[in-house]
């Protein structure tokens, strides 16, 4: 039998709980790392949009020869969608994001001069790009202090009591008032790695988690 969804947090925790607990993941973990191979913001940009409903791993198997073929926009446009189809096949919901790849691709090039803008507006207009995808080209790409809220943070945000909320966005705008300034651009890291590895869905394991003494969740899960 699947083991139980842990409780959620139903109190947000204190202000010095927060710098607590954000401190102790930086401690655990000084130089975090987006885990979606790119090499500038447009492959970032692809590789963000590739990842919805898929893990990064598989998307990093996936977009060595696509950026090999095509790592620009005007080379991505060439390639076109079947050319992109042919390479993220073992991704889900493939066929839609071959169509937008190429069609982002085609809007780069048209209106940001084949640029990847720096403006969430201008992100979102573009095929594919949700507010999660922006937030996390704005904030890996171009160093905004962004929170892209994906299942993750918004279950740590949740189950810790950082910032509860019922939807998304509010966890976002909680965490971003919530989180102090100098900590709040690799917050966004800390957090999705965390929950990746840690505090993770169906048990969270708190028995080596750095920042359990900070943290609302009750009870904590010992070792098996």
Known sequence: MPAKEPEIATRPIS???VRGFIEALAAANPDPRSELAFTDPFTLLIAVVLSAQTTDKAVNLATPGLFAEAPTPEAMVRLGESGIARH?????????????VAALSKLLLERHGGKVPADRAALE???GVGRKTANV????????PTMAVDTHIFRVANRTGLAPGRTPREVEEALIRRIPPALLHDAHHWLILHGRYICKARLPECWRCPAARFCGYRPKIKAP
């Open 15 to 17: 202000a010095a709980a």
């Open 88 to 100: 993220i096949r073992t991704l889900g919901l493939w066929q839609g994001k071959a169509r937008n």
């Open 125 to 127: 207009a573009l095929p």
């Open 137 to 144: 080209v704005l904030n890996v790409a171009f160093g905004q």
